[in-house]
């Protein structure tokens, strides 16, 4: 069975950009959650995703957004990017949320 | 709320040196523990977890206790090995239903030939 994938693996955008990463679970799981992870915060919890719907969000702006679709596959997007938005952002998928997650390798985003 | 701590690291040791990274939580109901491993340029993998008190979780040589009288979840392993050093994160899944993780900070481990 495929793992969760990601694209792009790394991204270098300027400030005020906006940007949009994907991730698709692994097959027959229907939970996504997004993280963001960076030498001084460590991973922080962005959003939750099941069955198209979102479950919960972490403390975050409002220019951090997110979907899924039909298939599951859910994407983030970022707006107006800060120097600060530079991290890991990390997917996780489970069958359902609360039970294991399996994660992705990540998107490296770099912001200039 | 609920919250992971996890010992600060880095934690340095010889090879064959026996491990213990120490893990406590606060949660309201009974939630299920994890530990994650995290290589190099690499994402999260689940190392092993516990579903209730007093589950034992183990995989690769590491173990984890799950002391709801301690409210503890500490990884132990015998003989650590140079390709062990990663960092590892202590998690929890809320209990309370809100489908989200909560990760401790990470400590990493470094281990010498």
């Known amino acids: 069975k495929a793992g969760v994938t990601q694209t792009p693996r790394y991204l270098i955008k300027t400030r005020g950009q906006q940007v949009t990463l994907s991730c698709s679970p692994i097959?027959?799981?229907?939970?996504v959650s997004w993280y963001q992870q960076t030498p001084g915060q460590g991973l922080q919890f962005l959003f939750e995703y099941f069955s198209e719907t979102q479950r919960n969000k972490g403390n975050f702006p409002g220019r951090f957004s997110g979907r899924q679709f039909s298939n599951s596959r859910s994407e983030m997007n970022v707006s107006t990017l800060e120097l600060g938005d530079s991290a890991l952002y990390l997917c996780?998928?489970?069958?359902?949320?609360?039970?294991?997650?399996?994660f992705g390798p990540g998107t490296r985003l770099t912001v200039l | 709320g609920d919250s992971v701590t996890q010992m600060e690291g880095p934690v340095t040791l010889s090879e064959e040196a026996f491990l213990t990274i120490n893990c406590t939580y606060t949660?309201?109901?009974?939630?299920?523990l994890f530990w994650y491993v995290q290589y190099p340029g690499e994402g999260l993998q689940l190392l092993l977890k516990a579903t209730k008190a007093d589950d034992k979780g183990s995989n690769k040589g590491f173990e984890a206790t799950y002391r709801k009288e301690t409210t503890s979840f500490h990884l132990e392993k015998g003989s650590v090995q140079v390709s062990d050093s990663a960092v590892y994160f202590c998690a929890l899944s809320d209990p309370a239903g809100t489908y989200k993780y909560i990760f401790g900070t990470g400590t990493r481990l470094k281990v010498l030939a």
């Open positions: 097959s027959g799981h229907r939970s």
């Open positions: 949660a309201t109901g009974y939630p299920s």
């Open positions: 996780a998928s489970s069958l359902a949320g609360g039970h294991e997650q399996f």
